[in-house]
Every structure is written in C-alpha cells, then in structure tokens.
C-alpha cells in the first residue's frame, strides 16, 4: 500500500462529456503527477502539480486539465470526452516536483468512453 | 531527449529458472532509472531504483538491476522465477530536475508451473 488513493475506481461515461477524477496523495508529499495508461501500453505523463501550480506537462491537448488542493490533493478534469481517452488513469506522489523522488502510484481509476 | 526500449513484450519462464527483463535507455546525461511492476488491475509498484550511486541495485522480492552506461542497460534479473512473479513490468528513465517519468511500453512476465 502507497497511501496514494484514487476514486472512483471504475468510471463509464460517453462520448462528448466531462469526467473529473480525484487523488489523494501520500501523507507530506506536495507533488502530485497524472499518467494515463491506455491497454497495452506504458504510462504516458499528462501534467504535474507541484505546490497547486502546474509544474509541467506533456503532450495532452487542453481539454486535459487539473486542480491541486492546498491539503495537496488533485482533480484531472477532461472535457469533451473521446474514444480514445479510455484508459486507466494514475495519480503518483512524491516529495517534491524532482524525478528523483520516488513517485508512488495509486491503483488508478479505469474510465471507459463508448 | 530521453526513452526507454522494453525489449520482449512478453517473456515466459518456467517456476524456478532465472528472470531477465530488458531495459535500454537513451539519454544525453546520467539517468536515473527505475523498475515498476503492475498486478492485474493495480497500480504501479516500486521494484528498485538507480540514482548514480552503486550500479547493481537490489530491490525488493529478490529481483536487482545493473547499470552498464556502455551498453546503455538496465536489464532487471532474479535468479529464480517464483509463481507470484506473474505480472507486468516498467522501466522509467527520468533526469535530475525534470519532473516526469518516461515510461517503456511494459514486459508481461508468465511463469509457467
């Protein structure tokens, strides 16, 4: 157990809608980061949150948006939901925005869009 | 930029025989490298880690990892494959003040009784 949780764990929505996903980080870590994991495939980063400022971001189009909690707890917002955003959804945390810190992964939130 | 190859999307071995998990990474600078293993429907767990101190790194479960800069490897071994072993595993390479991990696209392990 990381102490990294997220909700829900099982998510359908359909095309054309907004879902937001929710994680808890581990206690006295103030990063949180957000990967997507679509089936067969490794994790791809989506953006970092680091003191509830964006810390970075990788390659994920606007509609892919967060929020951090000054408890350092984070949102993932999509809008506009596409086919091809079905895919396992994982929230890290660590102690600080450096890579070298150890990232501890939640059991992720599985969202299906038909 | 960085990247990392997972040779063999899937590997199978037999319930005692040694485990090895390709990894290869490109970077311009040192990297930092981890291994990550997945459980069905769970999330990604630690495995060890190597952050330019020793380079063969022990981590949990009795799996270790060794660093070869010439060879730009990272290969993650364990000398007897038990049933528990069954899973999916994850390189990452990352670099000292970035923030993200790049991830190789997965090994899946079956261990055959």
């Known amino acids: 157990e990381t102490g990294v949780t997220q909700s829900p764990t099982h998510l359908i929505k359909t095309r054309g809608q907004q879902v937001t996903l929710r994680c808890s980080s581990q206690?006295?870590?103030?990063?949180v980061s957000w990967y997507q994991q679509a089936l067969g495939q490794g994790p791809q980063f989506i953006f970092q949150y680091y003191r509830e400022e964006e810390n970075g971001r990788g390659n994920f189009p606007p509609r892919f948006s967060g929020l951090q909690f000054p408890n350092y707890s984070s949102e993932l917002n999509v809008n506009a939901l596409e086919l091809d955003d079905s895919a396992l959804y994982l929230c890290?945390?660590?102690?600080?925005?450096?890579?070298?810190?150890?990232?501890?992964f939640g059991a992720g939130t599985r969202l299906s869009v038909l | 930029a960085q990247s990392v190859t997972q040779l063999g999307s899937h590997v199978s071995v037999s319930e005692g025989a040694l485990v090895l998990l390709r990894c290869n990474y490109s970077s311009s600078v040192p990297p930092y490298l981890f291994w990550y293993v997945q459980y069905p429907n769970q999330g990604l767990q630690l495995l060890l880690k190597y952050t330019s101190a020793a380079t063969l790194v022990k981590g949990i479960n009795g799996f270790e990892a060794e660093f070869k800069k010439s060879e730009t490897s990272f290969h993650l071994t364990k000398p007897s494959a038990h049933m528990s072993d069954a899973a999916e595993y994850f390189c990452a390479v990352t670099l000292s003040g970035t923030y993200k991990y790049i991830f190789g696209t997965g090994t899946r392990l079956k261990v055959l009784a």
């Open positions: 890290a945390s660590s102690l600080t925005g450096d890579a070298k810190n150890i990232q501890y």
């Open positions: 206690s006295g870590h103030n990063t």
